[in-house]
């Protein structure tokens, strides 16, 4: 006996559930750009906390701590801006899965969502190794640093199913066998 289906469950293609995971990834890309990025290092926080203690220790008025986290777009002068083309590429092709029934991406539009994907994580991979100046990595970085594999990842996998489904290479134009 056959299951009965909701009529408002969507069911997905394999290239459409790429392209939405792409998309979410790509929202939540977006996203981790507002979230706190760098902070302060270590040793900063170490210092800041024996200033405390000896300001207490000669009864000195409490200090402010200073809101030294940066989110992306603070951090970074050029990088923000790939950062952002890659979020919106990914959430364009979880749009257009959502919007298409059926249909295929466009083969070019998914290879450019799985490349700014790649050049978006390794980008921030590079600042996860390699923070600005001494400043301390936040939580937002390794958001974005999953969220961008993810947008990599949708593009890729939407890829690979379009050429499963016979779109044809990307380097020969023609038919897959």
């Given amino acids: 006996m056959a299951e009965a289906r909701s009529p408002r469950t969507p069911e997905f293609a394999p290239q459409q559930r790429a392209d939405l995971l792409a998309g979410v990834a790509g ?9 706190p990025w760098f902070g302060l ?12 203690e000896v300001t207490e220790r000669f009864q000195g008025e409490p200090l402010d701590e200073p809101d030294v986290n940066e989110n992306a777009w603070q951090a970074f002068t050029f990088v923000d801006w790939i950062l952002l083309i890659a979020a919106l590429g990914g959430i364009r092709a979880g749009v257009a899965a959502l919007a298409r029934h059926g249909g295929r991406s466009p083969i070019g539009a998914t290879a450019v969502t799985a490349g700014l994907g790649a050049v978006a994580a390794l980008l921030i991979l590079y600042r996860v190794i390699n923070p600005i100046g001494e400043a301390g990595r936040e939580y937002g970085i390794f958001i ?20 499963r489904a016979g779109r044809g290479s990307v380097a020969g134009g023609g038919q897959n066998p």
Avoid: D, K, N, P
């Fill in 41 to 52: 290092s270590e040793a900063a926080e170490q210092a800041l906390q024996e200033a405390e």
């Fill in 27 to 35: 929202l939540v890309l977006l996203i981790s750009m507002f979230l």
């Fill in 144 to 163: 974005g640093l999953i969220a961008a594999i993810g947008v990599a990842a949708g593009g890729w996998l939407s890829l690979e199913q379009g050429q």
